[in-house]
């Protein structure tokens, strides 16, 4: 990291199958953020021992402290001035990470109508409709996102419903850019 002395911004990243949480990191990415995905993390911290957290085995007793200091350590590893963190499954983790992060931080929990996200998903990887809902119900059963929603929608600084095209989407991370590391303008579309 340069002489930078505050912390980078934290944006989570969590959110329903398909609803676009890779498109919102590539996109934040794009605009300057270092883009981490939580999946990299936590397979830092397995060891052999077969414990599923965030859909990766880990080692047995992995603590929430091991996930935040590797993260920590992550993060001070370029000179960005927003790290996002991609596709967080488990909304205690989430929150424990925001309220540990020293500087600014915000939860951002992406979906979309099952439809879409099939629809989406379909195109995306040339299947039928009927594969693509079978794949999002398997993986949101996976993520335990239906039991978890209300505790995302207590725990969110941003519920965004990915629903409208792709500069809609886009402008509204930009908003959520700008408000966690507020040294940055928000450019508007040409």
Not at 49 to 60: I, K, L, P
Not at 99 to 124: C, D, M, N, Q, Y
Not at 179 to 186: G, L, N, Q, V, W
């Amino acid at each position: 990291m340069t002489a930078q002395t505050a912390p980078p911004g934290l944006i989570l990243l969590a959110g329903t199958s398909e609803s676009g949480k890779s498109t919102a990191g590539n996109h934040l990415a794009q605009r300057g953020a270092q883009r981490i995905k939580i999946r990299t993390i936590l397979l830092a911290l397995a060891s052999g021992a077969e414990v599923r957290h965030e859909g990766v085995t880990t080692r047995e007793g992995f603590g929430t402290g091991e996930f935040l200091s590797a993260l920590h350590d992550r993060a001070r590893t370029e000179a960005a001035d927003v790290a996002v963190v991609e596709s967080f499954i488990d909304a205690e983790l989430a929150h424990a990470t925001k309220a540990s992060w020293p500087g600014p931080a915000a939860i951002v929990f992406i979906t979309a109508a099952e439809p879409l996200r099939v629809k989406r998903l379909a195109a995306a990887i040339n299947i039928d409709h009927t594969a693509a809902r079978a794949l999002i119900k398997a993986k949101d059963a996976r993520k335990r996102v239906n039991e978890q929603l209300s505790r995302w929608r207590q725990i969110a600084d941003h519920w965004i419903d990915n629903r409208h095209d792709l500069a809609h989407f886009t402008a509204t991370l930009d908003d959520v850019y700008a408000a966690t590391c507020p040294s940055i303008t928000r450019t508007e579309p040409s």
